[in-house]
C-alpha cells in the first residue's frame, strides 16, 4: 500500500483527532473512510453529470405534453400546512 504525506491545517487535524478517538478507530482509518466515501459521492456525481448530458429534453417535454392534465390522488397531494 502506498504511503501520502498529507499535510492538515490544525484545527482539521484536531477534529480528526477527536472523531477517531469517538469512533475507536485510528485517525489513518479514520481519513481513509472519509476519503474513500468522498470519492465514492464524487464519482456518483459524475455519473449523473454525464447521464444528465445524455439526455433528451426534447423527447423528456414530449412524454410530459403527453400526459393526462387531471388532479394528483389525495395521497399524493403535498401538504401546505407544514
Known sequence: MP??????PDHVMS??????DEDNVSINQ??????????GHRRGLKALQARAERADVEAALAL??????????P???????R
Open 3 to 8: 504511503n501520502f504525506a498529507l499535510r492538515l
Open 15 to 20: 477534529q480528526a483527532k477527536t472523531a477517531a
Open 30 to 39: 479514520l481519513l481513509v473512510a472519509f476519503i474513500a466515501e468522498g470519492l
Open 64 to 73: 410530459l405534453d403527453g400526459a393526462p392534465d387531471v388532479p394528483p390522488e
Open 75 to 81: 395521497k399524493d397531494r403535498m401538504r401546505l400546512d
